[in-house]
């Protein structure tokens, strides 16, 4: 069996949609992903000459709870659908199915995905930006390298998960977000 691994980074998650689908339409069929929200996401395809049946989509929602996670899970299983995420760590969850019924059932529902992860992006440059500030104090502190450079990486990482987030808001219809 043939086995292709690919990273890959998207702007949108109907772009990331489109890329599966025609991958499945080259007899290839996703069995695995890694959800890394800052970087490149890694995509597992084996080769399969009925991949073209499949098809996919992308919802994103974090979880409290692990049953929280299995309750969702079930309820897409019982319409036809396969969650493809390890764990419910993960916020991106990309379903699989032979079945041609959307996961999401008005335009509403996929706003909501879009809020979601609005929402992440303006914690991590939230997150970041106060990671900046204490590392940036320990540093004048203490005067330890270390804390210089985790003060550098917190200031990119705020400006990329800022920027993140600015570009997913553009997305998203004002009246929306109240």
């Given amino acids: 069996i043939m086995v292709k691994k690919i990273s890959k980074k998207f702007k949108s998650f109907e772009e990331e949609e489109k890329w ?3 991958l499945a339409q080259d007899g290839w069929r996703l069995v695995s992903y890694d959800d890394n929200d800052v970087d490149t996401n890694t995509y597992k395809f084996v080769e399969d000459p009925s991949a073209s049946e499949f098809h996919y989509q992308i919802d994103y929602r974090s979880f409290n709870k692990k049953s929280d996670y299995e309750e969702y899970k079930e309820l897409f299983a019982e319409s036809g659908w396969t969650i493809l995420s390890k764990s419910w760590f993960y916020s991106k969850h990309i379903f699989i199915s032979t079945t041609k019924n959307k996961i999401f059932s008005d ?7 879009d809020i979601n992860r609005y ?7 939230v997150f970041f930006v106060i990671q900046a500030i204490i590392a940036a ?3 004048f502190h203490f005067d330890y390298a270390y804390f210089g450079a985790a003060t550098l990486f917190g200031i990119v990482a705020a400006i990329y998960n800022g920027i993140d987030a600015r570009k997913r808001r553009k997305k998203i219809p004002s009246v929306s977000l109240g």
């Avoid at 929402?119 to 440059?125: D, E, I, M, P, S």
Wanted: glycine share 0%; aromatic share 10%.
């Fill in 107 to 113: 335009n509403v529902s996929l706003v909501e995905r």
């Fill in 137 to 139: 104090a320990l540093y």
């Fill in 20 to 22: 599966l689908m025609e």
């Fill in 119 to 125: 929402r992440v992006a303006k914690l991590y440059a």
